[in-house]
């Protein structure tokens, strides 16, 4: 299978911001881990960060019209809370899309435990640093694996 992760707005900072939220890994580093990850499952895995909306949704539009990924795994950081532009483009792709935090956002601030993207999610992860990240390609190997 091929997956594409996208990471949003102030994610190419992890590992230098808020470390004790977040961690020490990089943003490399954390790629690096899930790419081993899908290496050993013999899944292919690209990666993608930008701090600005409409290039996310550019991403999605661009994933969905040349095919060739069987999953999205995305870390909107905080447009989660408000993307009404990024929740739009998953609901407009044929490719599902796992929300991922590596924080518990419900374990935060009030503001966090709202996300505008989770309903139009195959699913939401959320809490386990990097690991969040191998929680949901996990679910989503279980859910393309049940529809073929």
């Known amino acids: 299978m091929k997956f594409l992760v996208i990471n ?3 994610l190419n900072l992890t590992g230098k911001r808020e470390k004790g939220v977040y ?3 990089s943003l490399e580093e954390i790629n690096a881990y899930i790419k ?3 290496e050993v499952g013999e899944d292919q895995v690209d990666f993608y ?4 909306e409409g290039e996310i949704c550019n991403k999605l539009h661009e994933a969905f019209l040349k095919g060739g990924y069987d999953g999205i795994l995305l870390n909107a950081g905080a447009f989660t809370h408000y993307s009404y532009a990024i929740r739009d483009a998953i609901a407009a792709i044929d490719i ?3 929300e991922v935090h590596m924080s518990n956002v419900h374990a935060r601030e009030e503001f966090r435990r709202m996300s505008v993207i989770s309903e139009v999610c195959k699913g ?3 809490g386990f640093g990097a690991g969040s ?3 949901g390609i996990v679910g989503l190997c279980e859910t393309l694996q049940k529809s073929e």
Do not use: E, K, M
Not at 49 to 52: A, I, T, V
């Open 23 to 25: 961690g020490t890994n």
């Open 124 to 126: 939401t992860v959320c």
């Open 49 to 52: 960060q930008s701090n600005l």
């Open 8 to 10: 949003g707005v102030n």
């Open 96 to 98: 599902p899309v796992v």
């Open 133 to 135: 990240y191998i929680a």
């Open 36 to 38: 081993a990850y899908c």
